[in-house]
């Protein structure tokens, strides 16, 4: 009797470190034929790898272990920029906090943030590359190469209530950058007028409280 099999191919897609093994062979059992196990993943750096498909980029269909082989085959490793979204002590975190871009060389983008977090007290001032709002900031056409993390800047509003001044404040609130420990003003605002008064500097409440 003739003795059939088919065998399988992993290409692990410019990965650091290759699957092993690289194929397998697939004896033809009538119905029955799988691979006995898949080989160990293939390694990329800076990416994360996200199984098998039968066509490249991750098209096609998953390839498990329990795939139906009927004949010679190439399955292709698919590869992923996992994007963090650090909500920096947020109250609300973003929906969804991470989410895959699948590596299709060169038109890698985001295509919509997650929704906004959210933290008392202060307003959200989007997503930037380094934390307190430092780096560039990114949005839903940002191109992505490689496993990255974006964080949130907060910036908390002081508003200044000029009393029923002739000439108010200039200007009349400034948002604060949360920088950890060292959020202040940096500068006051100009000095309002009242005619007929001085003004005697700014009180966390009414009538120099």
Do not use: M
Not at 17 to 44: C, E, F, N, W
Not at 50 to 68: D, I, L, V
Not at 116 to 127: D, E, H, I, L, N
């Amino acid at each position: 009797y003739a003795k059939w099999t088919a065998q399988v191919s992993f290409d692990s897609q410019n990965a650091t470190t290759a699957s092993d093994p690289a194929t397998k062979t697939v004896i033809y059992t009538a119905g029955t034929d799988t691979v006995d196990a898949l080989p160990t993943a293939p390694q990329r750096t800076n990416y994360t790898f996200r199984g098998w498909w039968t066509a490249t980029n991750g098209g096609g269909t998953e390839f498990s272990a329990s795939t139906q082989v009927t004949g010679d085959v190439t399955v292709y490793a698919k590869w992923v920029s996992v994007v963090s979204f650090d909500g920096q002590g947020a109250t609300t975190a973003a929906d969804p906090s991470s989410r895959d871009v699948v590596k299709t060389g060169g038109t890698d983008t985001l295509g919509t943030l997650p929704t906004a977090p959210q933290k008392t007290g202060y307003s959200f001032g989007g997503w930037w590359t380094a934390v307190s709002g430092g780096g560039t900031q990114i949005d839903a056409d940002t191109v992505v190469d490689g496993n990255v993390t974006y964080y949130a800047k907060w910036t908390a509003r002081v508003s200044f209530d000029s009393q029923g001044a002739t000439t108010a404040a200039d200007p009349s609130s400034k948002d604060v950058i949360k920088t950890a420990g060292t959020d202040t003003l940096g500068t006051l605002p100009t000095a309002p007028q009242k005619s007929g008064y001085t003004f005697g500097g700014w009180w966390t409440e009414t009538s120099g409280g």
